[in-house]
């Protein structure tokens, strides 16, 4: 009652207001509290209209359609139409009446005679005894109120509740009201869902009846349900999809692995064989032939260089990483350590802190910055290379600065790429993957990586991850701010 826009009220047959939903609230002025159990004289301004509601309603049994001006609780009129309709017993007596009351101008006259009727509203008792149906209702099941008055509307539905019927019950008793979502059954036997609304109130001899307003909300359940079997497909073919794609990707990497794996034998002969020419028969072979040996060897060199960047590559798509503690400090000296690059002009800046990571892949990762940071520094001047960290928000940021020769911004992102080399090889040696290595291995450690750098100025190649707190959990934004 309460979602209608009409003000609808109940009086029993000695006048009293037994039920006053929120649209009379608003119409009318009185709340709900203050106009229970009052006479509807205060909204009738003339006795004609009392009289002859008593006459046609509570006599004849006859619904009744007038226009009328009632009185509002500040004391000014009100021009509506009203629709006076009788709420019957099981014996067919009048017991209340039902009024609709419309403000003038919202309908035509053939809508207002036909208002009541065709609301999808039935009056019941407790019992489920149905003892009022209107046209709307019959329009929405199918039943005639021949065929519905005098029946237990459960039953006549083939209601199925959404819990037991005791307990919502019990629910209407002690708080005067339910809403929820039933599956009802029309005359054809089409299966129909409705949103249900049940208001008790009680006539002057405390008998309790139910008005329930059913709206039908069939098509937006079937939405639903498609919206519901189209995200279950949808997910199936995405789980299928990425399986698929999870066992092309080992494949590929399997098969990647093998290859450049198998490839180094050849070439460890290669430059086996050239050495010993070198080697055993430098006076045999003149300065052209040994330079063309040489050429080979160091082909050969590059190419076995390529494949074990190659394999170090595969191997951080195949790892498994399982993320914890790692203090910074540590995996810097590894990485400085295992380069051999001790004293060849690396500063190391404390504090470093601890991130949440996986120790070896950052080791991997700092190696090719540093190596990088070492090789492409301006000819003729030794390298500068400064390490430090810095906290932003929960995450920590380690920088690895040098002097050297600087990239353009157009090329920031594409270093990152495999086999991409912005010098030939006569110039600066490398294979073009190390960069690779550091964003795939950054990847998969949830972090973040990224390149400040100017021709001529040097570069700042920087990676980023979670922060961990002494007891080593992830450090958030909000324990920063508080520490």
Known sequence: MDASSEAIFVQDRSGCIRCWNAAAERIFGYDRHEILGKSANLLLENDSDRRFIEAQVLH??????????????DGHLVNVAVTWAPVCDEAGHTREICAIAREQGRF???????????????????????????????????????????????????????GP????????????????????KRKDGRQIWVASTWTMHRDASEVAILIEVNVDITGLKQAQEEIRRLNLELERRVEERTAALTET???????????????????????????ALLEDYANRID???????????????????LIQDLLAYSRLSRTDVRLEPVPLISVVRAAIEQLGAAGSG???????????????????????????????HTPGVAPRIRIFSERRQGWVRLTVQDGGIGIEQRFHKKIFDVFQRLHGVEAFPG?????????????????????????GKGSRFWFELPEVTGDGTRKTHDSIGRG
């Not at 509203?121 to 489920?128: A, C, D, E």
């Not at 300065?287 to 040489?294: C, P």
């Open 346 to 376: 690396i500063e190391v800046r404390q504090p470093l802190f601890t991130v949440l990571g996986h120790s070896s892949v950052v080791v991997q990762v700092l190696m090719n910055l540093i190596s990088n940071a070492l090789k492409f």
């Open 60 to 73: 004849h049994g006859q619904a009744v359609d007038a226009r009328s001006t009632l009185r509002s609780k």
């Open 249 to 275: 990707n080992r494949e590929l990497e399997a098969f990647a692995y093998t290859i450049s794996h198998d490839l180094r034998a050849p070439l460890r002969t290669m430059q086996g064989f050239g050495q």
């Open 287 to 305: 300065s052209t032939a040994a330079g063309y040996i040489a050429r080979v060897a160091n082909a050969a060199s590059r190419m076995d260089a």
């Open 108 to 162: 035509v006259p053939d809508e207002l005679a036909h208002a009541l009727d065709l609301a999808p509203v039935i009056v019941r008792n407790l019992k489920g005894t149905i003892l009022m149906w209107t046209k709307g209702m019959q329009m929405l099941y199918g039943f005639s109120a021949g065929e519905a008055l005098g029946k237990n509307s459960h039953e006549l539905f083939g209601t199925k509740f959404p």
């Open 431 to 455: 294979t073009g993957i190390g960069l690779s290595i550091v964003r795939k291995g950054i990847e998969r450690l949830g972090g973040r990586y990224g390149l400040e750098s100017e021709p």
């Open 165 to 184: 019927l005791a307990e919502i019950e019990n629910l209407v008793r002690r708080n005067g009201y339910w809403c929820g979502e039933l599956r009802h």
